[in-house]
């Protein structure tokens, strides 16, 4: 492929978007604009690899077909899954599948090596450029506020979240170790060689103190898990590299850990903060997740419906879970499989988990050889291997991929790279020639989903931050345009719909809305909504199922006020 061009393009899919704040709703997935501008961007990159594509043999590697098989076994679970939980299901499906189509486009870019450093030095660049934002957060927050408003005192990067922060700037920590440390990525001009090293000595610096004013435990747990095993893996053949290198990011470590100790001594914007509520509710998270496998071992609780069926399963317990937030992950992606899907997504898991076991073994083997023969890019593999860990650890604590959609094809980037430097090819005896067109419109496809899917986002979030009071740009949308946005589109309607009926007293919407939330609730759990379908069937006198809906919340939303029995002294 024409290496230049895609280059070329890949610099604008990395820093646009993280260059970039646009108001949002929050939440995770397709329902962020900055995730919806990297998919468009990724979809943009894969057209044009494909059409830079020369007409050669198709690379397909052992670790790419057991990928595939994997998430077909993966793919099995959804045809048993509730009618109403169906579209949730799907939508991560294409993500999943959206994802191997991105690597397996990746997997056929050749690069000589000095490409190859190209790219990871763009994804360090964009670490160090997250890192400048937290330093303007922590220490400008006048400047920072302008640019990404925030109602947070902790620094977030432009994630929005300082956990998947933290997962980013790590993985950056073992690009600039590898880059700092192997010699393969020295340059012959000395001068160049000098700013260069000048260059990643402050980003090893700067790096760790980031990550440590962050304050995320897997952010640290993976940063002192990549040093560590750099350590371990390079100490014996570069001693000097491996003892600066460490030097430096224990010397930033310690110097932002007493500055934080500092802040918190003497008041300042740096503040400890505490974990005790997080650990506790990831432990009662984590126990009733595996009750809930226990209880459905064989076909799971059904793809899409985590949210709803974990929130049920713990008001139904003996006695019942106190509920203190409504979970809609259970903060471990291979747990999430498994409890929706059962034996069969579970047996998808352990197939990509084995898949990456045999990589990473291909990995050590290969840099073994790679040492003894004397090779520049000798010990690559295994830095690759260890800028994938901080992110594939964050997905067994959070769920990375849904909140970052440039996490996921980072991830992706890094393993498809991973895989060509390591893996044999297996020969197919088919050229790329077929693949060329369909792979194309399914670039263009996602690009036009992606772009209608923005579009409708921003004018959803225009109407949302208006109060609603203004429906006519949302009504105006075509069907083509919102589909993505849906749920949302449609909470929005019978929301302004309730508003609307302040003024009009006409009672058709209320019966809508009744309609629409018993519905809604059926796979989405919001105390607001049952606020005001408790309101509407007392209003209409339908006094069981008012009780039935207040008791559930009341389950549900324990401290709410709305919910208490009116016996007890509430209305």
Request: hydrophobic letters at 55%.
């Amino acid at each position: 492929m024409n290496f230049d061009r895609i280059f070329f393009l890949f610099v604008f899919l990395l820093f646009i978007p993280l260059a970039i704040y646009i108001p949002n709703p929050g939440g995770a997935g397709l329902a962020l604009p900055f995730n919806l501008l990297v998919y468009g961007g990724a979809a943009l990159l894969m057209g044009v690899c494909w059409r830079a594509t020369p007409l050669c043999r198709i690379v397909i590697t052992p670790t790419c077909r057991a990928i595939f098989v994997a998430c077909s076994v993966l793919a099995l679970p959804v045809i048993f899954t509730r009618p109403e939980w169906q579209s949730a299901a799907v939508w991560r499906l294409v993500g999943l599948f959206s994802g191997v189509a991105f690597y397996f486009t990746w997997l056929q870019v050749r690069m000589t090596a000095r490409q190859r450093h190209a790219v990871l030095y763009l994804i360090l660049s964009a670490v160090v450029v997250q890192a400048l934002i937290v330093l303007l957060q922590l220490f400008a927050p006048a400047i920072a506020q302008s640019w990404i408003p925030s109602g947070s005192s902790r620094a977030f990067g432009i994630f929005q979240q300082p956990n998947v922060l933290a997962s980013f700037i790590a993985t950056g920590l073992a690009l600039a170790l590898a880059a700092y440390v192997l010699p393969g990525f020295q340059r012959l001009d000395p001068r160049v060689e000098r700013w260069r090293r000048r260059a990643l000595a402050v980003v090893l610096v700067l790096l760790p103190m980031v990550l440590v004013w962050v304050q995320s435990r897997t952010g640290w747990l993976a940063g002192a898990l990549v040093l560590g095993l750099f350590i371990l893996c390079f100490c014996r053949r570069y001693p000097q590299a491996v003892a600066i290198a460490s030097l430096l990011v224990a010397g930033g470590t310690v110097a932002a850990a007493l500055v934080l100790w500092w802040g918190s001594e003497l008041g300042g914007a740096l503040r400890y903060a505490s974990h005790a509520g997080s650990n506790h509710a990831r432990y009662t998270m984590l126990r009733d997740t595996l009750a809930m496998i226990v209880e459905k071992p064989l076909l799971g609780w059904g793809y899409g419906g985590f949210e709803y069926s974990f929130q049920h399963f713990r008001i139904n317990q003996t006695p019942p879970t106190a509920v203190t937030e409504i979970a809609r992950h259970p903060h471990n992606e291979l747990l999430l499989w498994w409890v929706e899907g059962g034996v069969v997504a579970l047996l998808g898991m352990l197939l990509l988990v084995r898949a990456g076991i045999k990589l990473l073994a291909h990995a050590h083997w290969r840099d073994k050889r790679a040492f003894a023969c004397g090779k520049s890019s000798s010990g690559e593999a295994l830095a690759l291997c260890l800028a994938l860990l901080p992110i594939a650890l964050h997905s067994q604590t959070e769920y990375p991929f849904y909140l970052s959609a440039l996490h996921w094809l980072v991830f992706l980037l890094l393993l498809a790279m991973l895989d060509r430097l390591v893996s044999p090819r297996l020969g197919t005896g088919c050229g790329l020639k077929p693949w060329r067109l369909p792979m194309l419109a399914l670039s263009l496809v996602a690009l036009f989903v992606m772009v209608t899917g923005f579009y409708s986002g921003r004018v959803l979030t225009q109407a949302e931050r208006g109060g609603l009071q203004d429906m006519r740009q949302v009504d105006a949308l075509q069907d083509w345009a919102s589909w993505m946005h849906d749920d949302r589109l449609q909470f929005d309607r019978q929301l302004a719909g309730l508003l609307a009926f302040n003024r009009t007293r006409d009672e058709q919407r209320l019966e809508t809305y009744a309609q629409w939330a018993q519905r809604y609730l059926n796979h989405r759990i919001d105390k607001n909504v049952y606020a005001n379908l408790l309101v509407i069937l007392r209003q209409q006198q339908q006094w069981v199922l008012a009780e039935q809906c207040r008791r559930d919340a009341a389950r549900l939303f324990p401290l709410d006020i709305r919910f208490i029995d009116a016996m007890n002294g509430y209305s």
